[in-house]
Each structure stands twice: as C-alpha cells, then as structure tokens.
C-alpha cells in the first residue's frame, strides 16, 4: 500500500502536468510603431508631469510661469494646486517653474518639493505642504537649497526625483557656451552636477542634510554633489524595472554637435565624471581631457536635433512596442524614440509611430502610464495603436 505522501506527490504531479503553462514575461518592445497620442489636456507651457504618491487618481502638471495644475481622472480642474507666479523668473526660454517632485511619504506627511529660478536668476528648491490632495498651502514655503546662477539665463537643470527619503537634482553649468568657467568639473562648485541631499527638517545651519555616503563627504568638493561633468541634465529618471538595483537614466543636453543619454546602475553614478567640457557626447570638446570618465550609452547628432529631452524605462504593458524600452525626444525633431536601456553603448533609436511638436518633457502616473508635454501647450498619454 502506499503512503499518504506518495499519494500526494503522485497527486501534485498530475497537477502540475494538467495546469497550463506559466504566461511568460512579456519581451521587450521592438520600438517601431505602435504607439498613439491622447490629448489630455491644454496648459500654459507645461515642463513636467507627474503623480503624487496614495494619490492614483490625480495627475500633476507643472506650467513654466509658475503654477501647478491638477487632473483628477482625465478632468483638469480649475483652481491650480500652486501657484508661485509671484517667485518665479520665467524668461519663456529656460527659466521658470522647472519641476516639482513628492517624497515616497508624501501621503503622511504633506511635504513635496518645487524648483525654479528665482528673479535674481538663481536655482532654488522650496519645500511646500498641501492643504488637501489638490490644495497647496502657499504660506508653508521653506527654502531648502539656492545654488547662485546669475551670469546666464540657460542651463538652469531642474529635474527633481527621490529615491527612498533622498532628493536627487540636476543642475546646469551656468550657461553661456562651452562652460567658460569649467563649472561643470569644478567639484567646489554645485553647477554642472547632479547633487543629493536628504530635505527633510534639517538639524543645523543648512536648509537640508547631506546623507555621509555621498562620495565627496570628507574628500576635496562639495558634500552634496553625487555626479559631476554634466552640461544641462534637463530631465533624468531612475528605472527601477529593468534590474534588482535602481539605474539612473539621464539625457544630457549637448553643445554645438552632440546630444547623449547615460545609463547605469545609481551606485556607479557615485562620484561619476561624465566628461562636460572635456567631452559633448563621445567627442572630445575641450582639453584637457580625464583619462576616467563615464561615456553614454548613445548620442546622436544635430543633423537630426537640438535638444535631448529624456524620458522613462516604460512599464505600462500596454505598450508592447515599447515595453522595457526607454522612451526620449528632440525638442527639435519631435519624433518619440526608444531605446533599449543597457550598460554598453547602443546603436538604434528607432521612431516609436508618434511625434509631438516641441516637447519639452516626459512624465509618468501611478500606474506606470507615459506623459509628454509640449511647449505648445497639449500634454498627451502615449496609448497603443
């Protein structure tokens, strides 16, 4: 006779062998077409777009002369969720509101993030608390950071985006061309960087705290640069889909010939040289030129754009094309390209299907689906064709 386990492995196997087979992971999107545009919404020159965490509902779209708009399930509503007007320099090229940014608590605790420049042409980030879900409380302002930029009115960064408690924050190298005064690989200086900073109720002279395993803590350059050699990181993001580990995704904004995105894991972007001015994409620009700094993963000329505006790893299934691909533009060229994101040069780019007039930025909601804002004043969800 056999026993009771035998009996029940014989059972499981039968299971096993009965049940259908496991849905494999959806591949990686081919990147050509497929893809459309649903116009969300009309705004007055939208940068940015984003969602707020515990708030799946509502989406968030920053407007260049000073105000936050809020959607709430496919409907804008009237009254703006900040408005800053009153603070900002918005030139109607690089300056203005540039991005607003809601900590993982933000649900708890209220708190979220804003940058712009100020009307002496500096870079700072406020910290505000909102009244209700699509209500700020104008009189809650704390300044955090001001980083002086006021010999140039372009290059101004401004992407704000936490990873855990930590503020991450692109800055520009001051402007001008060919950065003048090597801003950008001066590491005593906060332009040219991507900076992390720990904003929460700080507890001594600064604004904010700077988290000890920042590389440069207790080493010649400023505590709170986390990357150096940057030109105008005007939008980057962290894909937390592709790898266990996050990897930080930035597209920098070229000079007279190249534009480039970077890709690696964010451990490596420790203390990471990515070689403005000494390099504008793979190109050698300006001596003298480090023996050790990090190249992108692509770049493409000006024969075919003027800008790189960066984007996501997307994570909307829904999108099959470009599902696991990193989605980016030109704000000359307006195509939708993507790309596969990986730790080794890539070579293809290709059009998703779509195009937009101008776009100055991507953006995603809780639920993983694509935004890209035009300067024109649309803001569109990228949908399947």
């Known amino acids: 006779m056999k026993s009771p386990l035998t009996a029940i492995a014989a059972l499981a196997l039968v299971a096993a062998l009965a049940a259908p087979a496991a849905a494999a992971a959806q591949p990686v999107g081919h990147g050509r077409g497929g893809i459309g545009l649903k116009k969300i919404g009309v705004f007055d020159h939208p940068v940015f777009v984003t969602a707020a965490p515990g708030y799946p509902k509502l989406l968030f779209v920053v407007e260049q002369p000073g105000r936050i708009k809020v959607m709430r399930q496919g409907h804008q509503l009237r009254r703006s969720f900040l408005d800053i007007t009153s603070l900002v320099n918005s030139d109607g090229n690089e300056q203005g509101l540039l991005s607003v940014a809601f900590p993982p608590d933000y649900r708890e605790t209220r708190r979220f993030y804003v940058c712009y420049t100020d009307h002496q042409g500096d870079v700072r980030v406020d910290e505000f608390r909102s009244r209700t879900p699509t209500i700020a409380a104008a009189g809650s302002r704390r300044r955090v950071i001001q980083i002086r930029h006021r010999a140039h009115t372009n290059h ?7 990873l855990g408690q930590l503020l991450y924050l692109g800055t520009g190298d001051g402007g001008s061309e060919g950065d003048p005064p090597d801003n950008a690989q001066n590491k005593r200086v906060l332009l040219g960087k991507l900076l992390r900073i720990d904003p929460r109720n700080p507890r001594g002279p600064r604004d904010y705290r700077v988290p000890r395993s920042n590389p440069f803590v207790g080493r010649p350059g400023r505590n709170e640069i986390y990357s150096y050699g940057l030109r105008n990181p005007w939008r980057f993001s962290f894909d937390q889909v592709s790898a266990k580990r996050p990897r930080l995704a930035l597209a920098d904004v070229g000079q007279d010939s190249w534009e480039e995105v970077d890709y690696l894991p964010v451990g490596r972007a420790s ?12 190109a050698h620009f300006e001596p003298p030129f480090p023996r050790h700094t990090t190249k992108p993963i692509y770049a493409y000329s000006h024969s075919r754009g003027c800008t790189v505006i960066g984007g996501y790893v997307v994570r909307d299934q829904r999108l099959r094309s470009l599902f696991h691909r990193y989605v980016f533009a030109d704000l000359c060229e307006g195509q939708i390209r993507s790309l596969v994101p990986r730790l080794h ?15 100055t930025s991507f953006g995603e909601d809780a639920h993983g689906r694509v935004y890209v804002s035009s300067l024109e004043g649309p803001v569109y969800r990228l949908v399947p064709r």
Do not use: D
Not at 156 to 162: A, D, T
Not at 274 to 279: L, Q, T
Not at 345 to 359: E, F, H, K, L, T
């Open 271 to 282: 203390g990471a040289n990515f070689g403005w001015n000494a390099f504008e994409g793979f």
């Open 156 to 162: 101004n960064g401004g992407q704000m985006e936490f």
């Open 345 to 359: 040069p890539v070579r293809g780019a290709p059009m998703a299907g779509a195009s937009v007039s101008s776009p």
